[in-house]
């Protein structure tokens, strides 16, 4: 069964700052991972899809990348504003034919002006 | 860009009674997810159809049931509600990969319910 965890479960940082986050799954036979954004009482705004056959994915401010082998995909946020903070999270797709989700525990990231 | 329609976004009932969600996905996507985040909660997969047939079930409880129907939307049916189904149901929908898709999935806006 693919379990997904990520890591810290939440973060504070000054505006401005580069920031990480990290996903981690357990079974490597990927066949892609999501990025989300999910604001307090909000719906699931999708960030980045990478496929499995993709080390990373870019759009602005943001890069994902993805070491399928290692089961791990990191979050880079660069020049990090008050507006980013939300809870990140990453949700992978295992099964090819019946491409569920399945998510990780999420990173509240609160960006300190 | 048309995105994943759910109805409604509130909802208020009473233990015991019944509620139906529904989720209208985006056009040409044939398939459809439904997840359940409790508070403070990752999203948990309930069920999922493609082509009106269930293709996968998770941690739906007996009381819950779903359909897809012939215009590809569906809807979840809660009966016999309990305290504990207070949560944000979210629907999804996406293209199959063995059909050109890529397999990224598209969230509805979730519907709050709220069990009184």
């Known amino acids: 069964k693919q379990e997904v965890t990520q890591i810290p479960a939440a973060l504070s940082v000054p505006e401005g700052e580069n920031l990480v986050l990290n996903c981690s799954f357990t079974?490597?036979?990927?066949?892609?991972l999501q990025w989300f954004r999910q604001d307090p009482g909000k719906g699931l705004t999708s960030l980045l899809l990478?496929?499995?056959?993709?080390r990373e994915q870019t759009s602005g401010r943001l890069n994902a990348s993805l070491d399928k082998s290692s089961g791990r995909s990191t979050l880079y946020i660069a020049a990090s504003q008050p507006g980013d903070s939300a809870t990140y999270l990453c949700?992978?797709?295992?099964?090819?034919?019946?491409?569920?989700?399945?998510f990780g525990t999420g990173t509240r990231l609160t960006i300190i002006p | 860009a048309a995105g994943v329609i759910q109805s409604p976004r509130h909802l208020i009932k009473e233990k015991r009674e019944t509620a139906t969600l529904k989720c209208y996905p985006i056009?040409?996507?044939?398939?459809v997810y439904w997840y359940q985040q409790g508070p403070g909660q990752d999203p948990q997969f309930l069920i999922s159809?493609?082509?009106?047939?269930?293709?996968d079930k998770g941690s739906i409880p007996d009381r819950f049931s779903a359909q897809q129907f012939s215009d590809y939307h569906s809807e979840l049916n809660m009966s016999s509600l309990e305290l504990g189904d207070s949560a944000l149901y979210f629907c999804?929908?996406?293209?199959?990969?063995?059909?050109?898709?890529?397999?990224?999935?598209?969230f509805g806006e979730g519907s709050r319910l709220t069990v009184l």
């Open positions: 079974d490597s036979a990927i066949y892609n």
């Open positions: 159809f493609y082509e009106k047939m269930q293709s």
């Open positions: 056009p040409r996507h044939d398939t």
């Open positions: 949700a992978v797709v295992s099964n090819f034919g019946n491409e569920k989700l399945t």
């Open positions: 999804a929908s996406s293209r199959p990969l063995a059909f050109s898709g890529t397999g990224e999935l598209f």
């Open positions: 990478i496929q499995s056959s993709q």
